[in-house]
């Protein structure tokens, strides 16, 4: 459903993406960990088609981005937190914006709202300003505008992060609902506790390199560790120890 090839990044000459491939399928939840700075949401910029990679490609259910960005995107939701909510607009209007942006028809833009209002509990903040809401809120408004189009692919960065247990825990279960209805799913997170709940495989990222990736219960057992918390450090300690390829 999402295929990363060979995906590389440079900003001037830093190598910030070494080489990333990984997939996600349909009805999967894949976890990307990874410390701050390892370039989870540089690859996810890239999925997007709002930064060209150095080398490399993303396909989006079948569409090369850099080849045919305006139907990748069509197919990709991508919200990364709250960042992008214009303020002065309320969650109804900035959803009925973008709605025109991919060009929905009047009538299956009303249909969406009503469906995206309902499966994240948007209701009464519909028609309250985006910078009146709170971080859990607006992170909800972030991601109902993502899904508002249907698409089969979601990217959603770090979703979780400021939200208490039960906004958290609302979140993932969307997700889990998402996964169900066979959206392939790819998502950040530093939690993770929330990772190993909800993914069905991850990827570890380290200084622009998938370092491993699987299923967090075999991951656990290759690494002798109790928790995937544990497996990540342990990774980190190996990888950190040997020259990275992010290294000069
Ligand atoms: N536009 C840019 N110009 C130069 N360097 C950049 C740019 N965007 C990102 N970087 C660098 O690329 C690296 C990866 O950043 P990225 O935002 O992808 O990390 P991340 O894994 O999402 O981290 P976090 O967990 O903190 O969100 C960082 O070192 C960052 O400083
Ligand atoms: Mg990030």
């Known amino acids: 459903m999402i295929r990363f090839q060979g995906l590389e990044k ?9 080489g990333i491939s990984l997939e996600v399928s349909q009805g999967e939840i894949y976890g990307l960990i990874g410390p701050n700075g390892a370039g989870k949401t540089t690859t996810f910029r890239i999925a997007a088609g709002l930064l060209r990679p150095t080398a490399g490609t993303v396909q989006v259910a ?44 009047a009538a299956r833009l009303r249909q969406r709202i009503d469906e995206v209002a309902e499966a ?9 300003r985006c910078e009146r809401l709170s971080t859990g809120e607006k992170q909800r408004v972030a991601i109902a505008r993502a899904m508002l189009h249907d698409p089969p692919v979601l990217i959603l960065d770090e979703p979780t992060s400021g939200l208490d247990v039960l906004a958290g825990r609302f979140l993932r279960d969307y997700v889990l609902r998402a996964r169900d209805q066979g959206k392939a799913i790819l998502f950040s ?19 622009g390199s998938l370092v491993r990736e699987g299923r967090p219960l075999d991951l656990k057992t290759e690494l002798e560790a109790a928790t995937l918390e544990e497996t990540f450090l342990k990774l980190i300690a190996g990888a950190s120890s040997s020259p990275g390829p992010a290294s000069p």
């Open 10 to 18: 440079r900003f001037a000459d830093v190598r910030v993406l070494t």
């Open 120 to 128: 994240l509990d948007l209701g009464r903040l519909l028609d309250r």
């Open 62 to 105: 079948g569409v090369d981005v850099a080849a045919a960005p305006e139907q990748a995107k069509a197919r990709l939701g991508f919200s990364t937190g709250s960042a992008g909510l214009y303020g002065r607009l309320t969650a109804r209007e900035q959803l009925e914006y973008f709605g025109e942006l991919h060009r929905m028809s």
């Open 189 to 207: 997170s530093h939690y993770l506790a929330e990772a190993e709940l909800l993914c069905d495989r991850v990827g570890f990222l380290h200084k």
